[in-house]
């Protein structure tokens, strides 16, 4: 079986010394795979999180997926924040993914999808491609009617798979076609990047995953781990992990959890 990654900090940038988030993250290659293709990184002090999950052959996945999310972190030092700063960083990532794989045989078809989060003074903004997804779990969440779990907490997707299963002109689907990506990075020399912008709440706890977890693990199973406050942010990384290699270790999984301080 594979091993889970530990707490990793990325280096601190010369204008801040508070911490914006805490994280703790967990990526396995999966029991039937060889090779891990998700990468994963962060900087605490900027307030970046990101997670890839590459395609276009174990090679070429791994390499797009691990230049996607340096390029994101590196991109994301450089810029102030605001709006669009992570599409922005994510437009450069395709670029350069597409250019490399058009003057490089061997990195030809390859491509990643991407989730990143941004934690702001007063915003936390989101953009993604693909399959990877976001998830808020928050016990202080203004909305008094919305329907909670036994503490308190509400556990929603602020994400939507760009897949064949969310296109209406898709409706009539195998169930087999609709994980079927629509939208990944590399491939073009464009790409159409969604954006997500929402106020900083307190008490929130943010969960970026690869769709190793999501598609082995349904929303309630997350939810239940994701919630657990009797176990760290690690522990719950792991937890999450490891239940989904449990269900069928058919993909490679990366997890994690993201608490703005």
Not at 85 to 103: D, T
Not at 123 to 148: F, M, N, Q
Not at 177 to 188: F, K, M, T
Not at 236 to 243: G, M, Y
């Amino acid at each position: 079986g594979a091993s889970s990654a530990s707490v990793r900090y990325a280096r601190s940038v010369p204008y801040r010394t508070r911490p914006l988030m805490e994280l703790a993250a967990s990526s396995i290659v999966g029991e039937s795979r060889t090779v891990n293709e998700d990468a994963w990184g962060a900087d605490v002090n900027v307030g970046i999180a990101v997670v890839a999950d590459g395609c276009g052959g174990t090679a070429s996945g791994s390499w797009a997926s691990k230049l996607a999310v340096a390029n994101v972190l590196e991109h994301g030092r450089g810029a102030a924040g605001g709006r669009d700063s992570l599409a922005l960083a994510i437009e450069r990532v395709n670029a350069e993914i597409f250019a490399q794989a058009a003057s490089e045989r061997q990195k030809r078809g390859s491509a990643t999808t991407i989730a990143a989060l941004r934690v702001e003074e007063t915003t936390i903004a989101i953009a993604w491609v693909g399959d990877c997804r976001v998830y808020e779990y928050s016990t202080g969440h203004p909305d008094v009617t919305a329907r909670r779990d036994a503490h308190g907490g509400l556990f929603e997707r602020r994400t939507t798979d760009h897949t064949l299963a969310n296109d209406p002109n898709y409706a009539a689907l195998e169930e087999s076609d609709g994980g079927i990506l629509l939208r990944v990075v590399g491939v073009s020399s464009s790409v159409s990047i969604d954006l997500h912008y929402q106020p900083r709440r307190a008490d929130s706890l943010y969960l970026i995953a690869s769709d190793g977890l999501t598609t082995q693990l349904s929303d309630a199973d997350i939810h239940r781990i994701v919630a657990d406050q009797t176990l760290s942010l690690q522990a719950r990384c792991d937890a999450l992990a490891a239940a989904a290699d449990r269900v069928h270790g058919a993909d490679n999984v990366t997890v994690m959890l993201v608490r703005p301080i």
